[in-house]
């Protein structure tokens, strides 16, 4: 089962997981994603997609759907995901992202389905001083409470398997997943101004919004602006499957967690000029003040994850920015 299985990263993770040979279920409320994502998965694959309008918090619904279906495992998308919206409404987010994930565990465990992948994320890390940022690197205080629900729900997951709990259970920190599938059926649906940097890129070149500013360009950092590990989401996809084929492997009573990024950190003009490259569009942008709270640099040490799970990326910053564009051309205007 693929919890937020519409949402960006779960419809491609849907896509790997199909072309390994799973069969994913998608349950989805479609609070941040589109019912037209089904039938665009159904186009790539060339096959029905099984799934569910379902929200994550009505446990009679999840059960039920346990009930009709036999799981050989969970990945947990589902969560709300905007910083700036965490700050202005907390308790939503502890209510989406901790809620949601304590009710999950009661089904699975009511339904003996053992093994679960959380999306988790690098901002665990907030700021680390030494880079790359490795597994064993200390969390530190979140900065926001989407921050701390990742936090939160990382600590339950450890604190349910010291409990002796028989489940199998890795977490995955993301870097900065972009891009979208080389079809440009699927990709990232922002709704309103993206908080990201690379939708407001295509945004920016589509003519959607103005102009992109770069807060800050007097960083230590090679060219003065942010430091990000930028991952292609096929590459995070394929984590997601490395990471339930690695979990069937285990003894009962495990947990992990896995850094999933490229290992590279790229500037905001690296990437601003990668999107010129292979879009042939010169983009219309200025540097502006920091913005307070950013992480000025960070990207992933990748060791583990390659060692442990035979995961290695593939795509490039380039082809990233590539498929991000013909994905921003697909939609047009769409996403004012
Ligand atoms: N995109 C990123 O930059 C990033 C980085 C680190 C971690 N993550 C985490 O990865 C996961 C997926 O992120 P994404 O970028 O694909 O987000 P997304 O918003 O595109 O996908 C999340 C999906 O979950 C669904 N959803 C939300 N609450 C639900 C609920 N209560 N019940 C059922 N469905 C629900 C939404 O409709 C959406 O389809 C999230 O947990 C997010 O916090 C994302």
Not at 60 to 83: L, T
Not at 301 to 308: A, C, E, R, S, Y
Not at 321 to 333: E, I, T
Request: proline share 4%.
């Amino acid at each position: 089962m693929i919890t937020g299985g519409a949402g960006f990263i779960g419809s491609h993770t849907a896509v790997s997981l199909v072309q390994s040979g799973f069969e994913p279920v998608i349950l989805d409320n479609f609070s941040n994603s589109d019912h037209s994502v089904i039938g665009s998965l159904e186009r790539i694959l060339e096959t029905k997609i099984k799934w569910y309008e379902a929200d994550c918090l009505d446990g009679d619904s999840v059960r039920e759907i346990f009930s009709e279906n036999e799981f050989a495992g969970v990945i947990h998308f589902a969560a709300s995901k905007a910083v700036g919206e965490s700050v202005a409404n907390p308790l939503k987010y502890y209510r989406n992202n901790v809620e949601s994930l304590l009710i999950l565990i009661d089904a699975m465990a009511e339904y003996g389905v053992k093994d679960l992948v959380l999306s988790s994320s690098c901002t665990v890390y907030g700021q680390p001083e030494i880079l790359p940022v490795s597994e064993s690197t200390p969390r530190q205080e979140a900065e926001s409470p989407y921050g701390n629900t990742k936090k939160i729900c990382e600590d339950i997951l450890r604190d349910y398997i010291k409990s002796g709990a028989k489940s199998r259970i890795v977490a995955l920190r993301y870097f900065n997943p972009i891009g979208a599938h080389p079809s440009s059926e699927i990709g990232e649906l922002p709704k309103g101004v993206p908080a990201n940097l690379v939708p407001f890129i295509t945004q920016t070149a589509a003519g959607i919004r103005r102009e992109l500013t770069v807060f800050g360009n007097d960083y230590d950092t090679p060219d003065g602006t942010c430091v990000r590990d930028y991952i292609h989401v096929l590459d995070l996809a394929d984590a997601h499957v490395k990471s339930i084929q690695y979990l069937f492997k285990q003894e009962e009573n495990f947990y992990d967690v896995f850094n999933v990024g490229t290992g590279n950190g790229n500037t905001v003009l690296e990437v601003i000029k990668a999107f010129e490259k292979v879009s042939g569009k010169h983009l219309n942008y200025r540097i502006g003040p920091r913005r307070e709270g950013d992480v000025v640099k960070t990207w992933a040490n990748t060791d583990k994850i390659k060692n442990l799970l035979g995961w290695t990326p593939k795509y490039s910053l380039e082809d990233s920015m590539r498929d991000a564009w013909n994905w921003q051309v697909k939609l047009g205007s769409a996403g004012k």
